[in-house]
């Protein structure tokens, strides 16, 4: 059962719906000084849209940001990518993107070895250096740890990490209260050894296999282990519903490595796209509060995976409420009187699904009869909403939209009646009334029309 999440955040944690403006100096000044980094303040997903990064892995380093170690998907026919970008953030409202930290092929390719994609990362701070630890896909999967001065890279001086004969993928780094780190990796079954000194090796004595199993903890891959009021939780992607990963679940232990006993999901990314496969990602304390970091896919495909994050809590005996998916992440819900962009949707039922259309943009697109997107939360305030405008693109035939709140099934608060195509005008700017809607709402989009000739959905805003 989902507890609905705490939507009262302090305004620290607040979150706006559109990237800021800057001028073209701006911009240029801003592209030199943070290294072709973004600034921007969004809800899920976090990242501007046409950035896809999964695998989220999430540290806090002692300058007091957090950062964001992950994979970067760029086709629907593949996983992954060659490269990978940094992420942070000192605030959890502006997120800094910092490109070209670590390629594996072309002009600065750092991996003499292979001209594979990089699969999920991690990274760990020692003695004033960052080690990057990578993978890549197998048949002989091998894995590797290169090193910076920056958290941010570029990481160079490669060197593979002998695994022992265990090849796999995921490599994970945790490192306890005595300073002593671990290496984690695996598929199926996760394995465990203290890193020596180096960082750059394991110590083969202390190898333990099957430290989490498929059938015991639902294990499939993605471990990241922490540690909480003497508590080790290990969080990974869990294959316990539907015979596919798409929850992140844990396990609990009070000593590194193990006995772990299975707690439970997190947070569960279905349908958010038809397609859904997998997750991946991490939890973490930034500002005295607690986050799950995860990615949803798009492109009707397990791959273009973006980054998005909730607040989670923890019960007195240590275990984790699971949350839901939203479209406010860690902010308040958004507000029904600005654009609000169809991609913020956090659930998708039916055969619909988010791609991108125009730099920077995705739309709703492939919707038949009794497809269904839904927003979680929007904010309409003391002042009620009397009309609700909506951009879509027509198809062929006629078609309609209703707007329900707090669930799809309830009467609907309008109804936007979509005509069919009649010319070269791509994109319509639809109005429609309201009826009385005030306060914090889930928002259902409820699609109808004929299947094979149904618009398309680009964003919609309330007015007063």
């Not at 002989?140 to 958290?151: M, Q």
């Not at 609000?340 to 659930?347: K, N, P």
């Amino acid at each position: 059962m989902f507890v609905r999440r705490r939507t009262k955040i302090d305004s620290r944690f607040q979150t706006h719906s559109r990237i800021h403006s800057f001028s073209i100096m701006q911009n240029y000044i801003l592209t030199i000084i943070l290294l072709l980094s973004l600034h921007l303040q969004a809800q899920n997903p976090i990242l501007p849209i046409g950035t896809y990064i999964a695998d989220p892995s999430v540290k806090v380093w002692d300058d007091g940001r957090l950062y964001i170690y992950g994979s970067r998907d760029e086709s629907t026919q593949y996983y992954c990518s060659y490269d990978y970008y940094v992420v942070s953030t000192d605030d959890m409202k502006e997120w800094t993107i910092v490109k070209d930290a670590f390629h594996s092929r072309g002009e600065k390719d750092q991996v003499p070895y292979t001209d594979k994609q990089l699969f999920a990362p991690d990274c760990h701070y020692f003695d004033g250096k960052y080690y990057l630890y990578y993978c890549h896909p197998g048949p002989g999967t091998r894995e590797g740890v290169a090193v910076s001065d920056s958290p941010n890279g570029p990481f160079k001086n490669v060197e593979a990490i002998d695994t022992k004969g265990h090849n796999q993928i995921d490599p994970c780094v945790f490192v306890d209260d005595n300073g002593q780190a671990y290496y984690l990796w695996g598929q199926f079954n996760l394995k465990m050894a203290k890193l020596n000194e180096d960082r750059k090796s394991i110590d083969e004595t202390s190898l333990h296999d099957s430290v989490l199993t498929e059938p015991e903890h639902y294990f499939h891959e993605g471990a990241f282990l922490t540690k909480r009021n003497g508590i080790y939780y290990l969080i990974y992607a869990d294959i316990s519903r539907g015979g596919r990963p798409t929850c992140l679940g844990y396990a609990t232990a009070t000593s590194v490595f193990g006995p772990y006993e299975y707690q439970g999901v997190i947070i569960d990314n279905s349908f958010s796209d038809p397609k859904t496969w997998n997750n991946h990602g991490s939890i973490a304390e930034f500002n005295e509060q607690w986050y799950v970091f995860y990615h949803r896919p798009s492109h009707n495909s397990v791959m273009m995976r973006r980054t998005c994050v909730e607040p989670i809590y923890f019960n007195e005996d240590g275990t984790i409420d699971e949350v839901e998916m939203t479209s406010q992440g860690a902010g308040l819900p958004l507000n029904a009187f600005d654009d609000i962009e169809i991609e913020r949707a956090c659930l998708l039922h039916g055969d619909a699904y988010f791609e991108l259309f125009e730099n920077g943009n995705e739309q709703l697109t492939n919707i038949s009869r009794h497809d269904v997107a839904a927003f979680k939360y929007i904010d309409f305030g003391d002042s009620e909403a009397k009309k609700v405008e909506v951009k879509v693109a027509p198809g062929t035939a006629p078609g309609r939209i209703i707007l329900a709140v707090d669930q799809k099934w309830h009467q609907g608060i309008a109804e936007v009646k979509v005509p069919a195509c009649k010319g070269d005008e791509e994109w319509l700017t639809i109005t429609a009334d309201v009826a009385k809607v005030i306060g914090e709402r889930a928002l259902w989009l409820v699609f109808y029309g004929t299947d094979g000739e149904m618009y398309k959905v680009d964003r919609f805003r309330f007015l007063k």
